[in-house]
Structure formats: C-alpha cells, structure tokens
C-alpha cells in the first residue's frame, strides 16, 4: 500500500485547541489539516469536527465520514465519497488515502504534524498544520 503524508490547517477558534504542557494537541475536534507527500497538483485535506464528522477533500472528490478518538485511538468509518473522476494522478492519490482512512487507529500530533496510523504501527498518513 502507498503511503499517503497529510498536511494541516487548524481552524483558529480560541479555546478550542486542546494542548498538553508539551503544546502537543490532545484532540482532534475543530481542526483542518492538509496532506503531505503527494503530487504538487494534487491538494488533499482533512478536518475534524466537533460533531465526530471527518470531512476533505481526497484528491479529486470531497469525502466525509465519521471519528471517534479515545486517548491517542481514533476510528474512521462510514466514509462515502463524490463520484465524479479527475486526472488519473488525483485518481490514485484519492484511492490511497481512502484506503488509509478505513484501518487508521492511532494518531499523534508532534508540533504541527499529525501522524495516522494502522496495523503494527505503520504510517499510513502525514498532515500539517496550515495557518
């Protein structure tokens, strides 16, 4: 399986970052993010809600679904999608990362990236932080 890296944009609302001591994020709700590592051409985000919704685009379609997090776990389901097709480079950027969504279950955030990831620990996508 591809990896796909994400990169973030986090919706500046005060109040709603949730930090450690560290400044570490410690929950996801009401953040944006943006993929990272794939075609230039190509733009992939992500954002949270404060509704457990999981909104982006993947590449080419606009995606959405539902999040739970617990700790440092979160689970992605119900994830549907747009239908309409684009170049194949946004084609297969989007499968990828639709397929990496469907098994992440961790997540960490070190500064401004957001790390997801899957079975035995295994990266399955990196985000930054956008202002």
């Not at 890296?5 to 001591?21: F, K, W």
């Not at 959405?64 to 549907?80: A, D, H, L, N, P």
């Not at 997540?107 to 295994?122: C, E, F, I, N």
Request: proline residues 2%; aromatic residues 4%; charged residues 20%.
């Amino acid at each position: 399986m591809t990896m796909v890296i994400v990169a973030v944009s986090v919706l500046a609302i005060a109040g709603c970052d949730a930090t450690n001591s560290a400044n570490q994020l410690t929950d996801l709700t009401e953040t944006s993010w943006k993929v990272e590592g794939i075609p230039k051409q190509v733009t992939a985000t992500m954002s949270f809600g404060a509704d457990g919704r999981v909104t982006g685009s993947a590449g080419c379609n606009r995606y959405f679904g539902t999040y739970k997090t617990s700790g440092q776990t979160i689970e992605i389901s119900g994830i549907g999608s747009t239908r309409k097709m684009c170049p194949d480079v946004e084609m297969s950027v989007e499968t990828e990362l639709l397929k990496s969504l469907a098994v992440v279950n961790r997540w960490q955030v070190t500064s401004d990236k957001l790390k997801l990831t899957g079975p035995v620990d295994t990266t399955l996508v990196r985000l930054r932080r956008v202002k």
